[in-house]
C-alpha cells in the first residue's frame, strides 16, 4: 500500500503564490512511476492539473499551463505543486494522486492511490 498526504494549502490573496507538497510512504512507494494533481471545486467535477513521471516527464492541463509547476523529489519520495498569480476560480481541494494506469492521466479513474486533499482559498 501507499499512502499520500498533502501539505500546503491555505488562504492566499488573488496574485498570491502557494507550494503543495505531497508525501508518499508506505511499503510500495517503491513501484510509483506516476505522481500527479487534481483540483476539485465546490459544485465541480475533478479536473485534473499536472503530472510527473520518476524522469521528470511532465504533462500538464491546458489550463495549468503557465502558472503552475509540478517537480519531484525522489529521494524525499515527494511531489510538489508551485502555484503562481493565483486567481478566485482557482479555489479548491487538491489532491495528490499516484499510479497511474490507462490512457489517459487526466481521468481521476486511472489513479489507484489518492490523499486526502489539502484545501487553497483565494480571496479576490
Known amino acids: 500500500q501507499v499512502q499520500l498526504q498533502e501539505s500546503g494549502g491555505g488562504s492566499v490573496q488573488s496574485g498570491g503564490s502557494l507550494r503543495l507538497s505531497c508525501e508518499a510512504s508506505g511499503p510500495y512507494t517503491y513501484t510509483i512511476v506516476w505522481m500527479a494533481w487534481f483540483r476539485q471545486a465546490p459544485g465541480k467535477e475533478r479536473e485534473g492539473i499536472a503530472t510527473?513521471?520518476?524522469?521528470?516527464?511532465?504533462r500538464y492541463a491546458d489550463s495549468a499551463k503557465g502558472r503552475f509547476t509540478i517537480s519531484r523529489d525522489n529521494a524525499k519520495k515527494t511531489a510538489y505543486l508551485q502555484m503562481n498569480s493565483l486567481k478566485s476560480g482557482d479555489t479548491a481541494m487538491y489532491y495528490c494522486?499516484?499510479?497511474?494506469?490507462?490512457?489517459?492521466?487526466?481521468?481521476?479513474?486511472?489513479?489507484?492511490?489518492w490523499g486526502q486533499g489539502t484545501q487553497v482559498t483565494v480571496s479576490s
Open positions: 494522486a499516484a499510479e497511474w494506469s490507462g490512457d489517459n492521466w487526466l481521468k481521476g479513474s486511472q489513479w489507484r492511490y
Open positions: 510527473i513521471n520518476q524522469v521528470g516527464t511532465i
